[in-house]
């Protein structure tokens, strides 16, 4: 079974454009290959990247339409792309899904999606997971980072909502950790003081995977501790932030 893309760009694409012709930008065109027998007469193509395939697949513009008109995505500094358009799916190859949470998987799904939006003018571009959708330049812009300092682009590939009066909860954090997370906060804290301890957890948790017994960590402050305490399935991660971190037995992630 073909994985559901995680990564979606949107463009203006010709009706008959076909994905094992797309016209390569300058910079991709000497390190893309692709498999011309792994699909044929189908609007999908696998795409090799360093070694590494990646599932491509058309999307119509009804379904592209869809996507965005029924409220799945939070839109990121960017309009709804017009109805028009359509998307480019892309997804890691069935040998790499279970490895998707790795950076190496990572950078270079989003760098192969940065140079189908190069390629085919794009206009937008949405992480599924995280429900995120966002202008094809702010995209292009984080991904440039992201390869040069290795900060994942999460304002993008997850988000965070206010569920009520001091808890946030996570979307897109599964992808990487399959966890996510809630932080409850102590009373008085400000969206500031939750966000950076956020921010921090989120970066952990990316790197080292979801947490699997209770735990405790030092915060983003001095006598500040972050108490987790994972839910029965694993698929959550509750935190609270303690101000009495100074009689805590403090560990890392």
Same mark, same amino acid.
């Given at each position: 079974?073909?994985?559901?893309?995680?990564?979606?760009?949107? +463009?203006?694409?010709?009706?008959?454009? #076909?994905?094992?012709?797309?016209?390569?930008?300058?910079?991709?065109?000497?390190?893309?290959?692709?498999?011309?027998?792994? /699909?044929?007469?189908?609007?999908?193509?696998?795409?090799?990247? #360093?070694?590494?395939? /990646?599932?491509?697949?058309?999307?119509?513009?009804?379904?592209?339409?869809?996507?965005? *008109?029924?409220?799945?995505?939070?839109?990121?500094?960017?309009?709804?792309?017009?109805?028009?358009?359509?998307?480019?799916?892309?997804?890691?190859?069935? *040998?790499?899904?279970?490895?998707?949470?790795?950076?190496?998987?990572?950078? !270079?799904?989003?760098?192969?999606?940065?140079?189908?939006?190069?390629?085919?003018?794009?206009?937008?571009?949405?992480?599924?997971?995280? !429900? !995120?959708?966002?202008? /094809?330049?702010?995209?292009?812009?984080?991904?440039?980072?992201?390869?040069?300092?290795?900060?994942?682009?999460?304002? /993008?590939?997850?988000?965070? +909502?206010?569920?009520?009066?001091?808890?946030?909860?996570?979307?897109?954090?599964?992808?990487?950790?399959?966890?996510?997370?809630?932080?409850?906060?102590?009373?008085?804290?400000?969206?500031?003081?939750?966000? !950076? =301890?956020?921010?921090?957890?989120?970066? =952990?948790?990316?790197?080292?995977?979801?947490?699997?017994?209770?735990?405790?960590?030092?915060?983003?402050?001095? =006598?500040?501790?972050?108490?987790?305490?994972?839910?029965?399935?694993?698929?959550?991660? #509750?935190?609270?932030?303690? =101000? #009495?971190?100074?009689?805590?037995?403090? +560990?890392?992630?």
């Amino acid at each position: 079974m073909n994985p559901e893309p995680p990564l979606l760009i949107i +463009a203006p694409l010709a009706n008959t454009l #076909d994905l094992t012709q797309v016209p390569w930008c300058d910079a991709a065109k000497d390190k893309i290959s692709v498999n011309h027998d792994k /699909f044929q007469n189908l609007e999908m193509a696998e795409v090799i990247v #360093d070694a590494m395939p /990646f599932l491509l697949t058309r999307l119509s513009a009804t379904e592209t339409s869809q996507i965005f *008109n029924s409220g799945k995505c939070d839109q990121l500094l960017c309009a709804l792309p017009p109805a028009t358009h359509s998307a480019i799916g892309v997804a890691p190859g069935d *040998n790499l899904a279970s490895a998707r949470h790795l950076s190496e998987i990572n950078r !270079r799904l989003l760098l192969l999606g940065q140079w189908i939006g190069e390629s085919l003018g794009a206009t937008t571009a949405a992480w599924m997971p995280s !429900r !995120r959708l966002t202008s /094809f330049a702010w995209f292009d812009q984080a991904v440039r980072r992201y390869l040069a300092d290795g900060r994942i682009p999460f304002l /993008f590939q997850t988000s965070v +909502a206010e569920v009520g009066s001091g808890c946030f909860v996570t979307s897109g954090l599964h992808y990487f950790a399959g966890q996510e997370l809630r932080l409850t906060t102590a009373e008085g804290y400000d969206l500031a003081a939750a966000t !950076r =301890n956020l921010v921090q957890i989120i970066y =952990n948790m990316i790197a080292y995977g979801k947490i699997i017994s209770p735990a405790r960590s030092v915060g983003s402050h001095q =006598n500040e501790a972050l108490i987790f305490t994972p839910s029965e399935d694993l698929g959550h991660v #509750d935190v609270r932030i303690s =101000n #009495d971190a100074h009689d805590a037995d403090l +560990a890392k992630i």
